[in-house]
């Protein structure tokens, strides 16, 4: 028996009592960043005044606390993306260090492509422009439709043209909400030699993710978009992969033995780990995991056995989530769809909670500036996804973004901001 | 900061920065279009507002002037504005109402400015209300400021 209280759900989360501008807050931009439940906030509190010390276990009694709070968060992390291995997952500072970091330790030749889609994230471009141009090798777009889809068609072309060398995607678009099908396009990316990197960052909070499933060679997260602290992301790459690549950051804690005659490195996923990393917000992370995984079992009454729990629990939570998101966005479209001169930007069939739109009378700026004056956040400009606005022949969008926490009265006070800009600009 | 004391942030939002000056030039740009002569573009790449400004110098003084470019009501209304105030003036005429008028829109002290010499560019004065939108603001003016330089691009940045 599944519930979705909202109230309760609302209730964990300290900052959605805010007011803006004497406003109650509704919160529409989680796909920017999104909110922190009272359980992360504790856990971040309770870390440095009850455990802060720097890990890699030192002798002293909090390092051996931190050193294992650190790996006990990585292994979350394994089950939260169904990896085979803890050490297969690689702690960073966002998801955009992940793909820098797998870019900067690719072996490209001149000649070499690389393909990526029309909609993706600046962050998914400019990597592999970087890397290719100083190897000589090419980055190509592979097309989408019009309603915001991957052509699968020329994808299929691009691949059999030969030589690429990595195919990098996005698993759900910042700028569309379109889902795409990695799994499909990782087979086939692998049927022609090819790797797979899937930028995961929208997909974090939107969707049950299962790395080995969809046989990523690479996949990114950012956490501080699955209401964990900013400062944080993770990178999971299969073994032998991350085993062949250099080094990305050289320093402390990525080294075996260091001298001036050579030094080797440790083995992963410490190797990609130079320096301290943001400690607390990686243990943040986890509690915000254990938070998604303990409001799956709350929410379908059930209790596992300790082994399977965190990843039984994080299955139920998406689950509950994932039919919530459905019934939101279906909810949120509809009443988009009373606003005159409102067209949708990103109407695919399987899409997440990410509403892009633009008004014929109006500018997002001027739309989010108004939005705000009435205590709606929303996001308006290019969202870092400039070729996918060229591609359908825009400067702009706003963008409306949902999460767990989202409720139907944020949507309706979206939808009577969009009539009073309809009012003044229309 | 208003014009009118104890304005809610709303209402600061909807009267002073949408107010009627600005949504008339919005919707009816005055001086849209390009001339044969100095012109530089302005770009903002945190928004994508973009405008090109162009103009010719006879004898002196600035005779035609025009702008093209796509962007929020507030760059629009500005830059069309703009092209009224500095027509028909010399280029140091026209940096001079620049200065004061980058001052206005910049000025988050909250003391009431004196909008009297102005004329129409005081309906932009609400912008500096909202820091955020400045740029929005000055944009069309660092554009003119680069073509009356003989430089070709500026940037709010």
Request: net charge negative; aromatic share 6%.
């Amino acid at each position: 028996m599944r519930s979705f209280d909202l109230d309760a759900i609302r209730k964990e989360f300290p900052i959605l009592s805010e007011e803006v501008h004497g406003k109650p807050l509704a919160y529409l931009d989680n796909a920017a960043t999104s909110q922190k439940p009272a359980a992360v906030l504790d856990r971040l509190d309770h870390y440095y005044k009850h455990e802060n010390a720097n890990i890699h276990r030192g002798v002293h009694h909090l390092s051996q606390i931190a050193s294992k709070a650190y790996d006990d968060a990585r292994k979350s992390v394994q089950t939260f993306l169904g990896a085979a291995e803890d050490a297969e997952v690689i702690f960073t500072k966002g998801c955009t260090e992940g793909i820098n970091l797998v870019a900067n330790g690719l072996f490209l030749s001149p000649g070499d492509r690389i393909l990526i889609s029309t909609m993706e994230h600046h962050s998914n471009i400019v990597p592999w422009q970087i890397a290719a141009q100083k190897a000589g090798a090419t980055v190509e777009p592979i097309p989408i439709s019009d309603i915001g889809e991957i052509d699968l068609e020329a994808y299929r072309a691009l691949l059999a043209q030969g030589n690429v060398k990595l195919v990098a995607i996005v698993h759900i678009s910042n700028g569309l909400g379109t889902i795409n099908p990695v799994k499909e396009m990782a087979a086939l990316a692998h049927a022609h030699g090819a790797m797979i990197l899937v930028d995961g960052a929208q997909a974090g909070p939107h969707r049950r993710i299962d790395v080995q499933d969809i046989d990523a060679d690479f996949y990114t997260l950012s956490c501080h978009k699955i209401y964990a602290p900013t400062g944080v992301g993770a990178l999971y790459g299969k073994r032998a992969l991350l085993e062949q690549m250099p080094p990305y950051q050289g320093g402390g804690d990525m080294i075996w033995q260091v001298s001036f005659a050579g030094t080797t490195y440790a083995p992963i996923p410490r190797k990609f780990e130079a320096g301290t990393p943001n400690i607390a917000g990686v243990i943040g992370f986890d509690a915000a995991i254990r938070f998604l995984s303990d409001f799956g079992l709350k929410s379908s009454g059930s209790s596992s056995d300790e082994e399977n729990r965190l990843g039984k629990g994080l299955d139920l939570a998406f689950d509950v989530l994932e039919e919530r998101e459905r019934s939101l966005t279906a909810y949120a479209t509809e009443r988009l769809s009373e606003v005159p001169g409102l067209t949708l930007i990103g109407t695919a069939p399987n899409k997440a909670g990410v509403l892009a739109f633009v008004l014929d009378y109006a500018h997002p700026h001027d739309i989010g500036t108004i939005l705000d004056s009435e205590g709606v956040a929303v996001r308006t400009g290019h969202h870092c996804c400039q070729p996918l606005m060229k591609r359908f022949g825009l400067g702009a969008t706003t963008r409306a973004s949902l999460a767990m926490y989202t409720a139907e009265w944020e949507i309706d006070n979206l939808i009577r901001g969009l009539q009073r800009v309809r009012a003044i600009f229309g | 900061m208003a014009s009118e004391p104890n304005l809610s942030y709303e209402e600061v939002v909807i009267r002073e920065l949408y107010e009627e000056t600005i949504l008339d030039h919005n919707r009816r740009p005055r001086n849209r279009g390009h001339i044969d002569g100095l012109k530089a573009e302005g770009y903002n790449p945190l928004c994508g507002d973009q405008v090109e400004v162009s103009l010719r110098i006879t004898d002196g003084i600035i005779d035609a002037i025009a702008f093209e470019g796509h962007g929020c009501a507030i760059s629009v209304a500005s830059a069309s504005l703009m092209t009224e105030a500095v027509k028909g003036k010399s280029p140091e005429e026209a940096k001079a109402i620049m200065r004061r008028f980058q001052a206005l829109v910049t000025d988050t002290s909250g003391i009431e400015p004196d909008l009297d010499e102005f004329g129409d560019l005081a309906a932009l004065a609400g912008v500096r209300a909202l820091p955020v939108r400045i740029k929005c603001a000055t944009l069309p003016w660092h554009a003119l400021l680069a073509a009356l330089a003989g430089d070709t691009a500026a940037t709010t940045e």
